[in-house]
């Protein structure tokens, strides 16, 4: 769990736009963040296991 005032800190606007700090929604995770579904690589695999995201299928081979 990240502290909030990190996460306070990351929601403002930044000086220059690469500043930019992207957090899970989730948990406020900054690492291992997956922009195309805006979690941590935990809190995706968390509701990938428990169905809550839709189309998203454990892989078996």
């Given at each position: 769990?990240?502290?909030?005032?990190?996460?306070?800190?990351?929601k403002?606007?930044?000086?220059?736009?690469?500043r930019?700090?992207?957090r899970c929604?989730?948990?406020g995770?900054?690492?291992?963040?997956?922009?195309d579904f805006?979690?941590c690589?935990?809190?995706?695999?968390?509701?990938?296991n428990?169905?809550?995201l839709?189309?998203?299928t454990?892989?078996s081979?």
């Open positions: 769990m990240a502290r909030k005032a990190l996460i306070a800190k990351a403002r606007k930044p000086k220059y736009s690469t930019v700090i992207r929604w989730r948990c995770r900054n690492h291992g963040y997956m922009r805006g979690l690589r935990i809190c995706f695999r968390e509701l990938a428990s169905g809550d839709p189309g998203i454990k892989s081979w």
